[in-house]
């Protein structure tokens, strides 16, 4: 009984301490239950939280391109960063050999290349030469600004992919790298059509079907020029799943029958595939794939994935450069590469633009079951990743994966056939890797495949606006340095000009007024003592020489040639006064050429205007030639070009001047008592109309020709009259009559001797004071022609003399004053030109003040924003 109340005893311990030891057990599955959901609830929030400041930033990274964008186009012209650069010729050697040149000014959005795809480094693109861009700058920042509109588009697609919770996978490569077939192995069935040769010519997107309301699966068939919308089927065309190969090679055909193999001529631009998940007991019984990892692949709870099965890189240049326009709508990359070629040159430009946005590329080496030296393949594709995509290189054991997708197909359809249906052969893994790989890396590291492309893209984006930012301040200080320092170099001079503007004027004026002056006072000097000369009979430029003044003068032939002779005088003293004239010019232009000489070479304007400018100026400057003065046919000419004095329009007045007349035999200023009476003109007139009788009546009249005596001055007119009456008082007496007759007749005989030897004397003295009057009268008719003077008081000398004084001081005046403003033009161009230079200094001082002041708030901004996004903690690498 002991015993059994023992062994009671004993079985009540063990199940008290099994029942413990299992309610210990319960509670502490419930505790690690708890704790993974709390570990998922509070990843879900930090995903959350994380993907609402990647949104934030990247709507601030939009306004901040925005502003940017809008200075550039407004306010400034950017300088790029790379034009700070200046490529080797060992950076632009080939492409796999290094990746492209990196610098301290080197930038991984905002790059400029030689192609027009936006903010990629594509096929045939390197970086542009630094020397065409220092050469045109305005194009550099036309580019940048190009480049920044298209960064826009990028991030308005990198907010639309964040805040989409499925994801999108590429499956992309090089051509004939069994993209297709890797896809049918991921997703455990034959979707995507296989050939030996390329059959994709067509992006397939394989989604699950539960985003349509159909029980089928379909093919969505997107035409080109189509924005598809699921909820409206007008804008695809729905075909059966069995229809997809179909779809497929009829582009291929129409492809070569068209014979462009540059653009495909398929009929849609997308085919959006949408099948349903096996079931994995069906799946494991019919074809021995794993249907989990398919089910897991296409949807895991609220998460959907698509994947996207593209065309080869290599194929044509239109689908390469749609791979690349895509990237910022894709999530994770898979890059399908050949392990029997490799990585070609399209894809590493491929791999090298994703990792600019995607620090995590999934590369798959596929075919690598028929790789015999695996080593040797192995490292060369080692090495080159590890240039394009250092990120991948440093977690190739969950990115970098080498498979052979037929390989694991067939071997997973030979496993189950055989007997040992769990034994799995170790072919397979690998390719089981990188199933559980890509799962993790899209379900469950979400923030790496979600958010960290996003974060990545906008780091670099906005590290290169910061570079650009600090670019421009430096460029925008230099521009302030120089304005500086070309406005303290020529504000002085502006500062000279302005102050001594009116001395320019001043000095010009005062030349020009002297000059006119002393032309005036030379030729009245020189016509005045003409004028004086002819009226004493004489030549108008007096010579000491009698002999010279005898031949001068014409030979007096005598009494029958007398109105020859005076015709003769008249064109010789014309001749000499013309003479003046002419040296009066001279004279004239002797003072101008002085003048002329005196304004250009002045040291005052020439210090204004300075040197340089007037040494440039003078390439311009009309040659003043002396000569050119008074060379305008003369409105009174003394005598023609030739000295004649034929009638013509330019010798009219000098040959009407020349012609003798009879008046020219006698001065009746002297005849006192005809004032009375008549004038001297009228008398002349009479005299003159009478004129064209003839020489013999002439001589025959010579008793009238004795009133000659009044004109020589030999005696007055009252004193003959005193004489006449004295003589008549004495003629009453008695002696006086007998000699009267006797006396009279000697007087007489004397007398007309005297006046006929005393006409070559009395004829120049007449002509020269007519002359003169004539010339008075001539002038003052052309100016007012229709004034009548009959009083005849006449102040000799003043009226032509006067004209020609004025006429010469006219054309001084001109030509001086033309001079003159010569040089006050130099003046004002010069002074209108630094003052524009010194106004233009001024306004890019304040802008440049401006441009800084921009500039370092930009700097700011970009610096808050890049903080926002570096803020958000991403996992160190895939596996944490």
Same mark, same amino acid.
């Given at each position: 009984?002991?015993?059994?109340?023992?062994?009671?005893?004993?079985?009540?311990?063990?199940?008290?301490?099994?029942?413990?030891?299992?309610?210990?057990?319960?509670?502490?599955?419930?505790?690690?239950?708890?704790?993974?959901?709390?570990?998922? @609830?509070?990843?879900?929030?930090?995903?959350?939280?994380?993907?609402?400041?990647?949104?934030?930033?990247?709507?601030?990274?939009?306004?901040?391109?925005?502003?940017?964008?809008?200075?550039?186009?407004?306010?400034?012209?950017?300088?790029?960063?790379?034009?700070?650069?200046?490529?080797?010729?060992?950076?632009?050697?080939?492409?796999?050999?290094?990746?492209?040149?990196?610098?301290?000014?080197?930038?991984?959005?905002?790059?400029?290349?030689?192609?027009?795809?936006?903010?990629?480094?594509?096929?045939?693109?390197?970086?542009?030469?630094?020397?065409? @861009?220092?050469?045109?700058?305005?194009?550099?920042?036309?580019?940048?600004?190009?480049?920044?509109?298209?960064?826009?588009?990028?991030?308005?697609?990198?907010?639309?992919?964040?805040?989409?919770?499925?994801?999108?996978?590429?499956?992309?490569?090089?051509?004939?790298?069994?993209?297709?077939?890797?896809?049918?192995?991921?997703?455990?069935?034959?979707?995507?059509?296989?050939?030996?040769?390329?059959?994709?010519?067509?992006?397939?997107?394989?989604?699950?079907?539960?985003?349509?309301?159909?029980?089928?699966?379909?093919?969505?068939?997107?035409?080109?020029?189509?924005?598809?919308?699921?909820?409206?089927?007008?804008?695809?065309?729905?075909?059966?799943?069995?229809?997809?190969?179909?779809?497929?090679?009829?582009?291929?055909?129409?492809?070569?029958?068209?014979?462009?193999?540059?653009?495909?001529?398929?009929?849609?631009?997308?085919?959006?595939?949408?099948?349903?998940?096996?079931?994995?007991?069906?799946?494991?019984?019919?074809?021995?794939?794993?249907?989990?990892?398919?089910?897991?692949?296409?949807?895991?709870?609220?998460?959907?994935?698509?994947?996207?099965?593209?065309?080869?890189?290599?194929?044509?240049?239109?689908?390469?450069?749609?791979?690349?326009?895509?990237?910022?709508?894709?999530?994770?990359?898979?890059?399908?590469?050949?392990?029997?070629?490799?990585?070609?040159?399209?894809?590493?430009?491929?791999?090298?633009?994703?990792?600019?946005?995607?620090?995590?590329?999934?590369?798959?080496?596929?075919?690598?079951?028929?790789?015999?030296?695996?080593?040797?393949?192995?490292?060369?594709?080692?090495?080159?990743?590890?240039?394009?995509?250092?990120?991948?290189?440093?977690?190739?054991?969950?990115?970098?994966?080498?498979?052979?997708?037929?390989?694991?197909?067939?071997?997973?359809?030979?496993?189950?056939?055989?007997?040992?249906?769990?034994?799995?052969?170790?072919?397979?893994?690998?390719?089981?890797?990188?199933?559980?790989?890509?799962?993790?890396?899209?379900? @469950?590291?979400?923030?790496?495949?979600?958010?960290?492309?996003?974060?990545?893209?906008?780091?670099?984006?906005?590290?290169?606006?910061?570079?650009?930012?600090?670019?421009?301040?430096?460029?925008?200080?230099?521009?302030?340095?120089?304005?500086?320092?070309?406005?303290?170099?020529?504000?002085?001079?502006?500062?000279?000009?302005?102050?001594?503007?009116?001395?320019?004027?001043?000095?010009?004026?005062?030349?020009?007024?002297?000059?006119?002056?002393?032309?005036?006072?030379?030729?009245?000097?020189?016509?005045?003592?003409?004028?004086?000369?002819?009226?004493?009979?004489?030549?108008?430029?007096?010579?000491?020489?009698?002999?010279?003044?005898?031949?001068?003068?014409?030979?007096?032939?005598?009494?029958?040639?007398?109105?020859?002779?005076?015709?003769?005088?008249?064109?010789?003293?014309?001749?000499?006064?013309?003479?003046?004239?002419?040296?009066?010019?001279?004279?004239?232009?002797?003072?101008?050429?002085?003048?002329?000489?005196?304004?250009?070479?002045?040291?005052?304007?020439?210090?204004?205007?300075?040197?340089?400018?007037?040494?440039?100026?003078?390439?311009?400057?009309?040659?003043?030639?002396?000569?050119?003065?008074?060379?305008?046919?003369?409105?009174?000419?003394?005598?023609?070009?030739?000295?004649?004095?034929?009638?013509?329009?330019?010798?009219?007045?000098?040959?009407?001047?020349?012609?003798?007349?009879?008046?020219?035999?006698?001065?009746?200023?002297?005849?006192?008592?005809?004032?009375?009476?008549?004038?001297?003109?009228?008398?002349?007139?009479?005299?003159?109309?009478?004129?064209?009788?003839?020489?013999?009546?002439?001589?025959?009249?010579?008793?009238?020709?004795?009133?000659?005596?009044?004109?020589?001055?030999?005696?007055?007119?009252?004193?003959?009259?005193?004489?006449?009456?004295?003589?008549?008082?004495?003629?009453?007496?008695?002696?006086?009559?007998?000699?009267?007759?006797?006396?009279?007749?000697?007087?007489?005989?004397?007398?007309?001797?005297?006046?006929?030897?005393?006409?070559?004397?009395?004829?120049?003295?007449?002509?020269?004071?007519?002359?003169?009057?004539?010339?008075?009268?001539?002038?003052?008719?052309?100016?007012?022609?229709?004034?009548?003077?009959?009083?005849?008081?006449?102040?000799?000398?003043?009226?032509?003399?006067?004209?020609?004084?004025?006429?010469?001081?006219?054309?001084?005046?001109?030509?001086?004053?033309?001079?003159?403003?010569?040089?006050?033009?130099?003046?004002?161009?010069?002074?209108?030109?630094?003052?524009?230079?010194?106004?233009?200094?001024?306004?890019?001082?304040?802008?440049?003040?401006?441009?800084?002041?921009?500039?370092?708030?930009?700097?700011?901004?970009?610096?808050?924003?890049?903080?926002?996004?570096?803020?958000?903690?991403?996992?160190?690498?895939?596996?944490?």
């Amino acid at each position: 009984m002991m015993k059994n109340i023992n062994q009671q005893q004993h079985s009540h311990h063990y199940r008290a301490q099994a029942n413990s030891i299992k309610t210990h057990s319960v509670s502490s599955i419930s505790s690690e239950a708890e704790a993974e959901q709390l570990r998922v @609830l509070s990843e879900t929030k930090k995903f959350l939280n994380d993907r609402d400041t990647l949104t934030n930033v990247i709507d601030q990274s939009d306004q901040l391109i925005q502003r940017l964008n809008q200075f550039a186009q407004l306010h400034w012209s950017l300088v790029h960063p790379q034009l700070l650069n200046t490529l080797e010729p060992e950076q632009q050697s080939n492409f796999d050999s290094s990746k492209p040149p990196q610098s301290n000014n080197a930038l991984n959005i905002l790059c400029l290349d030689n192609l027009s795809i936006p903010h990629r480094r594509t096929s045939g693109g390197g970086p542009i030469d630094a020397s065409l @861009l220092n050469n045109h700058q305005s194009l550099a920042s036309s580019m940048l600004c190009s480049r920044l509109q298209s960064v826009q588009s990028h991030l308005a697609d990198i907010r639309t992919r964040v805040l989409d919770r499925n994801s999108r996978i590429l499956v992309t490569g090089d051509l004939n790298a069994g993209k297709s077939t890797f896809v049918n192995a991921l997703l455990a069935r034959e979707v995507a059509p296989t050939d030996q040769q390329p059959c994709t010519e067509v992006m397939c997107e394989i989604l699950d079907r539960s985003h349509i309301k159909s029980p089928l699966e379909q093919i969505h068939a997107i035409p080109h020029g189509s924005l598809y919308d699921i909820e409206d089927p007008t804008t695809y065309v729905t075909f059966p799943i069995d229809k997809l190969s179909e779809l497929v090679n009829n582009a291929n055909e129409d492809s070569e029958d068209s014979g462009d193999d540059e653009n495909p001529s398929s009929p849609y631009q997308l085919l959006k595939v949408y099948i349903s998940g096996p079931d994995p007991r069906k799946a494991r019984a019919e074809d021995g794939l794993k249907a989990s990892n398919a089910i897991s692949l296409l949807r895991q709870g609220d998460v959907s994935v698509s994947f996207i099965d593209s065309p080869g890189l290599n194929r044509d240049t239109l689908s390469t450069m749609e791979l690349f326009s895509k990237q910022s709508t894709i999530d994770v990359v898979v890059f399908v590469v050949s392990a029997e070629n490799q990585f070609t040159l399209s894809a590493q430009e491929f791999l090298w633009a994703a990792s600019q946005e995607k620090a995590y590329v999934f590369v798959v080496v596929n075919k690598w079951g028929g790789i015999r030296d695996k080593v040797k393949a192995e490292r060369r594709i080692r090495e080159q990743l590890r240039k394009l995509s250092p990120a991948t290189w440093e977690e190739r054991t969950e990115l970098v994966h080498f498979v052979d997708s037929q390989e694991a197909i067939t071997s997973a359809q030979q496993a189950k056939l055989s007997s040992e249906d769990h034994e799995i052969s170790t072919e397979i893994e690998p390719f089981d890797h990188l199933q559980r790989s890509l799962s993790s890396f899209v379900f @469950l590291r979400r923030s790496i495949s979600k958010l960290q492309p996003a974060q990545t893209y906008t780091r670099n984006l906005l590290q290169d606006l910061q570079m650009i930012t600090a670019t421009n301040l430096g460029a925008a200080k230099n521009f302030y340095d120089d304005a500086q320092a070309k406005l303290e170099k020529i504000l002085p001079r502006f500062n000279q000009l302005s102050a001594n503007s009116h001395l320019v004027d001043e000095t010009i004026g005062q030349i020009e007024e002297n000059t006119v002056s002393l032309v005036y006072k030379n030729s009245r000097k020189i016509l005045v003592n003409a004028l004086k000369n002819i009226r004493e009979g004489k030549p108008a430029q007096s010579s000491k020489s009698t002999d010279a003044h005898a031949q001068y003068f014409p030979v007096y032939d005598g009494i029958l040639s007398i109105f020859q002779y005076a015709e003769e005088v008249r064109k010789v003293l014309l001749s000499s006064l013309e003479e003046s004239v002419k040296l009066a010019e001279n004279v004239a232009r002797q003072s101008t050429a002085e003048a002329v000489e005196a304004i250009q070479d002045n040291s005052v304007t020439k210090n204004l205007i300075g040197e340089e400018q007037d040494n440039q100026s003078k390439i311009g400057d009309r040659k003043f030639n002396p000569q050119a003065m008074f060379s305008k046919t003369r409105k009174f000419p003394l005598a023609t070009s030739n000295g004649t004095h034929r009638a013509g329009p330019s010798g009219h007045c000098a040959s009407k001047l020349g012609i003798a007349t009879m008046s020219d035999l006698v001065d009746f200023d002297r005849l006192n008592w005809f004032k009375s009476t008549s004038s001297s003109k009228s008398i002349e007139k009479y005299i003159n109309s009478s004129s064209t009788s003839t020489t013999t009546g002439l001589v025959g009249s010579l008793g009238f020709g004795t009133l000659t005596l009044f004109g020589t001055g030999v005696s007055g007119g009252r004193a003959l009259v005193d004489a006449l009456v004295k003589v008549s008082e004495i003629a009453g007496t008695k002696g006086f009559r007998k000699w009267s007759g006797t006396v009279v007749a000697i007087i007489s005989v004397g007398f007309g001797v005297y006046l006929i030897m005393d006409i070559p004397r009395a004829i120049p003295r007449n002509i020269g004071k007519k002359l003169e009057r004539e010339l008075n009268s001539m002038i003052n008719t052309k100016s007012t022609p229709n004034a009548v003077q009959e009083s005849g008081e006449e102040e000799a000398g003043i009226r032509w003399i006067d004209y020609e004084i004025e006429r010469m001081s006219k054309e001084t005046r001109k030509v001086v004053r033309l001079t003159g403003f010569e040089l006050r033009e130099k003046f004002r161009n010069t002074f209108e030109s630094i003052s524009n230079q010194t106004d233009q200094f001024k306004v890019d001082l304040e802008h440049a003040i401006d441009v800084q002041n921009w500039l370092t708030q930009y700097e700011h901004d970009v610096n808050q924003v890049l903080g926002d996004c570096t803020s958000v903690n991403m996992p160190c690498s895939v596996t944490s």
